[in-house]
């Protein structure tokens, strides 16, 4: 599969102006210093005429500085809005007028395993790329992160972060999110994961607005968790979190949740998050060296773990 730019009716550099390139400063006592660094720099993607910049949360994510470089290389301030942790999008507020023409949203439902698309990211990392989707499936990150839908491309994008994923015809389609292994054909590839946009389109006016989606907080653990073989084990826990005050340690084998035996990490969370908000006891059953520990765990709202950003 080729990296190179394939033939196309639409415009790949113009519509690559639409993407900025993004830079945050996180203070050195934020809970997600130690995991994603102090500074982090990716793409973010203009989405409406007043500049509001649309990128993947975790560039972003207790960001006390926000700067966009546009094309020209101008550079300007903005203000971290939203980041959802459900989904995993970024706002950011541009704090001068940007002057970028806003990406178009797509339809991601049209996308099935062998469509064509092209990750833009900000032309000062590099050109347009074709690429092919490998698949459309669940994804479950070991941070308490699940996606029904994920698409996944193929060949990587080497700046993915933040990257645009569009469609044939010009339509923004997903939002890049990681670097990940796949199988194809009995080779092992590097692919991208991208965030469908459709998941933006229902919570888009609240993260505008509100600076949060309205809908109930899910309970968070801060547990980091991996399958293997069909069993779900503890691989580490955030500072200062729910799982770490309940002594959750790395090692621990999950084998229930309120009595539900659960089997993959997806089904860990869809159990978790079942139990009710944030804020309900979480009964689990670990396996520790062999012993049996039933512990409960006093869930929180992950916002609630995060430094709030400064207003400007």
């Known amino acids: 599969m080729t990296s190179s730019v394939a033939s196309s009716d639409i415009d790949l550099d113009a519509l690559g102006r639409s993407v900025v390139k993004l830079r945050a400063v996180v203070p050195e006592d934020a809970s997600t210093a130690g995991i994603l660094g102090k500074e982090r720099t990716g793409n973010g993607i203009v989405i409406d005429p007043d500049g509001l910049t649309l990128t993947i949360g975790y560039l972003i994510a207790e960001a006390s500085d926000v700067w966009l470089t546009a094309h020209r290389g101008r550079e300007v301030a903005g203000h971290a809005l939203a980041y959802d942790p459900v989904t995993g999008f970024g706002l950011v507020l541009p704090l001068e007028k940007l002057s970028v023409p806003p990406l178009p949203f797509g339809a991601p439902e049209g996308l099935n395993a062998g469509s064509k698309g092209y990750v833009l990211s900000s032309p000062e990392f590099s050109r347009p790329?074709?690429?092919?989707?490998?698949?459309?499936?669940?994804?479950?990150?070991?941070?308490?992160?699940?996606?029904?839908?994920?698409?996944?491309?193929?060949?990587?994008?080497?700046?993915?972060?933040?990257?645009?994923?569009?469609?044939?015809?010009?339509?923004?389609?997903?939002?890049?999110?990681?670097?990940?292994?796949?199988?194809?054909?009995?080779?092992?590839?590097?692919?991208?994961?991208?965030?469908?946009?459709?998941?933006?389109?229902?919570?888009l006016e609240d993260l505008r607005t509100r600076g949060r989606a309205t809908r109930q907080s899910r309970p968070w653990l801060g547990a980091y968790a991996v399958e293997v073989s069909g069993k779900v084990y503890v691989t580490g826990t955030a500072e200062v979190s729910p799982a770490r005050h309940a002594d959750m340690r790395e090692g621990d084998l999950i084998s229930h949740v309120a009595q539900h035996e659960v089997r993959s990490v997806a089904e860990f969370y869809r159990r978790l998050w079942a139990l009710g908000p944030a804020g309900t006891d979480v009964p689990l059953a670990l396996l520790r060296s062999g012993t049996r520990l039933n512990v409960t765990v006093h869930s929180i709202d992950r916002a609630d773990h995060f430094k709030r950003p400064q207003a400007h």
Request: net charge negative.
């Open 129 to 203: 790329q074709s690429v092919q989707v490998l698949a459309r499936r669940e994804f479950a990150g070991a941070w308490e992160y699940l996606l029904d839908k994920a698409i996944f491309t193929v060949p990587a994008h080497p700046h993915w972060s933040g990257a645009a994923l569009i469609d044939q015809r010009g339509g923004l389609v997903g939002v890049g999110s990681l670097l990940v292994r796949e199988v194809v054909s009995g080779e092992e590839l590097n692919a991208n994961m991208f965030v469908p946009i459709d998941l933006l389109q229902p919570i």
